[in-house]
């Protein structure tokens, strides 16, 4: 299986400033037939069921703040936002679609310092 | 409107069954592969199971793999999770989410049904 690592496991970040969440794929997640990686970031708030973000490492969903942004390739992903809302305090996982089973991250906290 | 809503949560003793269901509306059903994915009470997202959209393509993790079976019902919009066996370690909140083909993100997840496995 793919293990998918986060770092950090939390982070307190001041409104308005820059939020930065980093993801780690045991293995390339690079599907080389369309040069896509198959690499997910969602967001769960408190008592809500995870929302996606990101998909294919870097394409916003519709609707999703363009504050959110994803990037990397390969093994190495990383999700910011810009410039941290209150309502972006939630937990976020990455995830990869890759290969059977799909795998998530451990997750990574964000609040406000 | 999208709407994806899981059933068939409760308590239940280690080794009994429960089936899960989730109905779906708003979209059509058979271009989906649907999935259950399931959060133990203060952790992380774990894939239980996911199955293509003609049940031609099924997959389980290995935690639940010969105690949990998937299945869908095109005509009812309705995908399931049988699971036997039970154990304390299967209790969790299982979501049922939908991926536009076999390997995809899932850009859609119900609200959730708890099950609790303790005697």
């Known amino acids: 299986d793919i293990v998918m690592t986060q770092s950090p496991d939390s982070l307190a970040v001041s409104l308005g400033e820059r939020a930065t969440i980093n993801c780690k794929s045991s293995?390339?997640?690079?599907?080389?037939?369309?040069?896509?990686?198959?690499l997910a970031w969602y967001q769960q708030k408190p008592g809500q069921p995870p929302k996606v973000l990101i998909y294919?490492?870097?394409t916003r969903e519709s609707g999703v703040p363009d504050r959110f942004s994803g990037s990397g390739s390969g093994t190495d992903f990383t999700l910011t936002i810009s410039s941290l809302q209150a309502e972006d305090v939630a937990v976020y996982y990455c995830?990869?679609?890759?290969?059977?089973?799909?795998?998530f991250g451990q997750g990574t906290k964000v609040e406000i310092k | 409107e999208v709407q994806v809503v899981e059933s068939g949560g409760g308590l239940v003793q280690p080794g009994r069954s429960l089936r899960l269901s989730c109905a779906a509306s708003?979209?059509?059903?058979?271009?989906?592969?649907m999935h259950w994915v399931r959060q133990a009470p203060g952790k992380g997202l774990e894939w239980v199971s996911g199955?293509?959209?003609?049940?031609?393509?099924?997959g389980y993790a290995d935690s639940v793999k010969g105690r949990f079976t998937i299945s869908r019902d095109n005509a009812k919009n309705s995908v399931y999770l049988q699971m036997n066996s039970l154990r304390a370690e299967d209790t969790a909140l299982y979501y049922c989410?939908?991926?536009?083909?076999?390997?995809?993100?899932?850009?859609?997840w119900g609200q959730g049904t708890l099950v609790t496995v303790s005697s």
């Open positions: 199955i293509s959209w003609n049940s031609g393509s099924i």
């Open positions: 708003g979209f059509t059903f058979d271009d989906y592969a």
């Open positions: 293995q390339s997640v690079l599907y080389s037939s369309n040069n896509k990686n198959d």
């Open positions: 294919w490492a870097s």
């Open positions: 995830q990869q679609y890759y290969t059977t089973p799909t795998t």
């Open positions: 989410a939908r991926s536009y083909g076999d390997y995809s993100h899932f850009d859609y």
